[in-house]
């Protein structure tokens, strides 16, 4: 959105500040949070911020840098006030003095992040201002720290209430589903066929969330194949060659890539949520879909077993499996989480690991990061709760008697 | 929404949490918000947190209260860990001290209110749920805090840019127009034939802010006339009998009703947008509109004038005119501010007071108030910002050249 | 829509035309229909058109029928350029002569109608024309000739296969839910209260046919209540003290009034339908519905008894009921068909005479009808087709056990 | 749309039919034609309709034909029914006799297709029928008999009071876009990244009708370049590394390609309409656009010159467009209308030939077709009207002086 851009409210802004907006911009970052912190009341400030905004899309990285530790330490909280405000709060639990320290001890460029979101458009920006700041700050103290500030809001304006869920299909607007082919992050699509494949055919789904504030831009999606049984080749699901299923006839949904989609809102985590909401959808679509599964990549799985020593079992895919059942099911961060960040996705929202497949991913991605095996985690609802519940508790990993069997097994054969 | 309620992503849930749902319900707020608040991912609390909701709702006042109080004592902040954390954040400002002092510096009722947030259609009960805080705790000081609390979170999630102008017309879902009916605050719409009357001609517009996640409620709304100059009498306004006009053909936009329709918002603002944004859309619409008015009621004036011992002067349109003048731009509370709440509304916008007249609502209710008399404030586009400016900053009241002329007189006279 | 009115369109027919459309409207129709019919390619006509329609929209009685003696006389067929163009067609049926034929034995009236139709808004118009031409033409036996020309033309426009079935509910838009109060024949709604008790309660359904040409007309509608059970009274269904039910838990849904719309869609029948595809949508949305039922007026039963010579018998619910099978299985036209005209509608449809209700419409219209009972014609779906067939070919009225029982006895106590 | 498909409408016929559906299908077309005939009321024949349309959907050529021929030879006029009739309606020009000859007139196939255009989606395969026809038909006299029935029906449904315009944009669904992909007729579109060249940038504009009944299919289309004056070449208008113009500075709207979508269409019109409708909704959008213009293609150009014993003045495009002029105002039919097709369509409309560019479409295409000369026809909006009735009344070309001096020239140069 340009400066003099298209939105009809615009019109009246425009009227109203006449030609003072170019102005605006050319004015130190400063001098414009000045004035936006100081408006007093709903809208007033409204050619400010959006002054600001258009200022920082116009920056390159050293204006941003500058910018965000201009926030990071001139409207940071002062702890002189807020001891001062607790001490009253303290002798007077009072109304007035409960909000003072409110005031005193949230950091001024909370209001200011929240004033600018006054701005119609600037939740897009928003967020591509805090991708900015991930790219430009990790590291330094002060910008690690404003951005929990952006998180905090972030977090609370991406709420799971506002979000809404939307079908992808063929008959979704270009422009979205360029964004699919862009941010998809799993298995590549590298044409509009290859897009189409993924959407058209009956035995075909996949589901996005949106906020209502920047309708363009999924926020993170998950694709879906319906299937009879569970699959154990990602190629074997993807070929457009297969027999392609009447939706009614499938038994399985297997959820085979899921792709965040904004790097402005990294670590506010939508993916549980989007898994449970589509199974539900779809459970009540298609009620002969007994099976709730997923067809995931073990990223982690070919760096480990280098580490730990061992040979790669070429040709013994049994071998092959048992190991990856050891890994999954036993090698660790140091804080007793899984290694594999996958399946730490998948069993903290409690899901289990369910079976796992040689030769299930044969592209050089595949072969590189897990010898080809792919690992189903099965949803099953029945005992998602309970299953996540032990892992928060205790980090206990779910499996099946399958994987559990091939785990002993594999460790017998290393013992 | 029932506890087994309609919405697709129910049944997922429901499957999950089984007939536990209701068991839930029957257990104390206070087992129920531990349970919410310790659990640890995105989504995983939803079943407990739909279960507050429903017993919040099917509770009684005690209970509320009762709710109320234990997020007030039990949910706020500990003063000690405020100063823990405050501590180390000072001998070290590191990402980690300044997370720890966000959270000890944040009640942890307002992230139970977040996670609550997170059940979809929740945003409608937690508006609800402010609206009994404000009925059933005013004056308690622990439960005003609280109420700064639920109001920092409303005010960040009803944020301008969050919210959506939509016309009000008479081909609107009757399910929103009834509600117009219902919250109509200053002239009373009294059926649907005379709510038609008020949308459907040509010479009539309405329009309402939305928020995404409460979409069959409006926030505020405002009635507005097209009339070619500037008109004298609400009835005069109202009247079925008046000739209607093409809208291209008006010169004046005449804004004679704005009303909050949600409670559980109080003080969180939305007229001020609400006018600039109608205005700005209308200027686009129909480019021979030159003049923004609104034709207001003067709530305060008859009490003013009985409080300040002056007669009121029957049959003396003038001098009842001239008084009125008086107590629009003379007469302050204590801090300084307008006296008059609809005055201290449209001059904190930057209008100005712009025409007084005398038998402009002769209903009961216009008598009494104000002896019949209203008054334009005029949105002239050019001086709405040095207007607010001033009046932010030194409460100076802008006024034309004619109320000032009548308010010199009629201080002459009562000298 | 004026001459100068609304629709973008107009734009550049307005510049087009200048200000000839002024001039357009007072000319004599029959030069503007000369005009119309010498236009030569797609669109060229559209101003004329437009002049028409708008001529005739401002026309009076007598106008409007010179204006249809005009299209009945002027451009009728040519039965002497008929027979030319049949011999010369049996002579060499070539797409030459076969287009000379068709052409000629069309008359030109059909195709200034489809001309008129070019226009935006016009089938609406048209539609009422129509009704024009039923109300004003009826007995003069060239306007019944020209009638069958446009009764041709609406019913190809008016194909099944171009209506929308669209849920009229709570929700709509008000200014089609003031037509559903208007269009309502059966059970009289008479404020917006009651409309809203036959809409919104989750046991009640209404479902109406619209044309995308005309949006904003419904074409004919039914209201559903959704029941345990057959039910007796239609002051029982409509009760507004009724336990409401949840739709999951019925099995029976129960249309209780249908009605036609539009006055110039007479003898253009879409009840049949309607009737099929609301039975079809219900039943896909809740499978536990097993019966489709009317609870239908019986208009002709109280004139029958009376010139049959019947006392009424007051008092005795099953005599009167034993009379009503006899009247709606026996009294027959001359032509063979059933003397009521609610039973032809839905025996025509492939219903069944179901049950009878003594007591069943207690209002005015109820008992001065027919004594107070209604009847159930049973939509049995697997029967529904057959009793089609044989109504159609010889008559023969489907009808349960239970009447014919009641037949057989009302027989024998009359013989 | 198979036998069993998807359309919830289906479920109460699938129940209807039972089993029936299936064995339709394999019953010859004469059967399935004297059913389908001989039903009486809305919507009985739903069943045996939609087995025929099923059925020649699934028939290969021979079997189509075969179907065609019995619609033209079994269920066409009998001129002895005919004259019957219409000596009867001559003897007494009563309704009933009216309507005889009307049916005897009307041959039955024509009812024939108005019964099978009553299920859903079948407008659609009507139109691909049609499609079949003329591909399988053309010569056979009957065949092009029965096609004019096809085009009478079709002329009438498709009338453009019934059509939709619709923007078509980067935001229009996938599966509408890949259709403006596979119609382009003019200037190949090879990519979705060259069609999104065509669609987003602020200076480009595509239109498209729908008609309701098949609102997947664009029926036709055109792209507009808007432009600061008249292009005088494509591949400048259409290269990418154009400076992209703002919508609002442009005088000029260039219609740069215009496609027909639907064979089955063919002969039915609408080119006249989009291009009038277009014009108005760009004009009321961007009151700055004085200048409404093609940049068309001359495709018989090339053949002419070389039919007319030309040489082509290579590296003389001075004499290039002579002879362009020369073709376009003088070359014609035996039928007094111009030879070039393109020049047809847009002096029918009463565009006007107005500006020639040599080297304006140096793709193969044009090279070979034109020799790379270009033409603007002028929708000058104060003379289209008189441009129209002149051409058609005397086939006179309107041509600006430009053109009239080229021809002129190269007339003289010739002699």
Chains 1, 2, 3, 4 share one sequence.
Not at 72 to 98: F, M, N, W
């Amino acid at each position: 959105m340009s400066l003099l851009g298209g939105l009809l409210s615009t019109v009246f802004e425009r009227r109203y500040r006449g030609d003072k907006g170019a102005g605006q911009v050319s004015r130190p970052f400063a001098d414009l949070t000045v004035d936006l912190m100081r408006t007093t009341g709903e809208g007033t400030g409204m050619a400010v911020a959006r002054a600001i905004l258009d200022k920082f899309a116009a920056s390159d990285d050293d204006e941003k840098l500058a910018f965000f530790r201009h926030l990071a330490e001139d409207l940071t909280i002062s702890p002189e006030d807020v001891r001062t405000a607790l001490d009253a709060y303290e002798q007077g639990q009072t109304k007035a003095s409960y909000r003072k320290f409110m005031t005193a001890a949230e950091p001024p460029r909370q209001e200011l992040i929240r004033r600018l979101n006054q701005v119609p458009g600037a939740t897009r920006q928003l967020v591509a201002m805090r991708a900015d700041l991930l790219r430009l700050g990790r590291g330094e103290a002060a910008l690690d720290a404003l951005d929990l500030d952006f998180r905090h809001l972030l977090s609370s304006w991406f709420n799971r209430g506002f979000l809404v869920l939307m079908p992808i299909t063929w008959e979704s607007p270009a422009h979205i589903l360029e964004k699919i082919i862009a941010y998809e992050a799993v298995h590549a699509i590298d044409s509009w066929g290859a897009l189409r494949a993924r959407l058209e055919p009956a035995d075909r789904r996949c589901f996005a969330f949106f906020h209502p504030a920047m309708p363009d831009e999924p926020l993170i999606f998950v694709e879906v194949a319906l299937t009879g049984g569970i699959p154990g080749s990602v190629q074997g699901v993807l070929s457009e060659d297969r027999p392609v299923l009447e939706a009614e006839g499938a038994d399985t949904a297997v959820f085979y890539s899921i792709s965040n989609c904004q790097a402005g809102l990294a670590s506010i985590s939508f993916g549980n949520s989007l898994i449970k909401q589509v199974a539900a959808d779809l459970s009540t679509a298609l009620p002969n879909l007994k099976t709730f599964v997923t067809l995931s990549p073990i990223p982690g799985f070919a760096a480990w077993l280098q580490e730990a020593g061992y040979d790669v079992p070429e040709g013994d895919p049994a071998r092959l499996t048992g190991l990856t059942a050891l890994y999954l099911t036993t090698a660790k961060r140091p804080d007793g989480l899984p290694r594999d960040p996958v399946a730490r996705f998948h069993l903290g929202n409690g899901a289990e690991v369910h079976r796992l497949h040689a030769n299930a991913d044969v592209s050089p991605k595949g072969m590189q990061q897990s010898h080809g095996v792919m690992v189903n985690y099965l949803y099953d609802l029945s005992r998602v709760s309970q299953n996540h519940e032990r892992y928060a508790a205790s980090s206990e990993i779910a499996a099946s008697p399958e994987i559990r069997a091939l785990t002993i097994a594999a460790e017998k054969a290393k013992a």
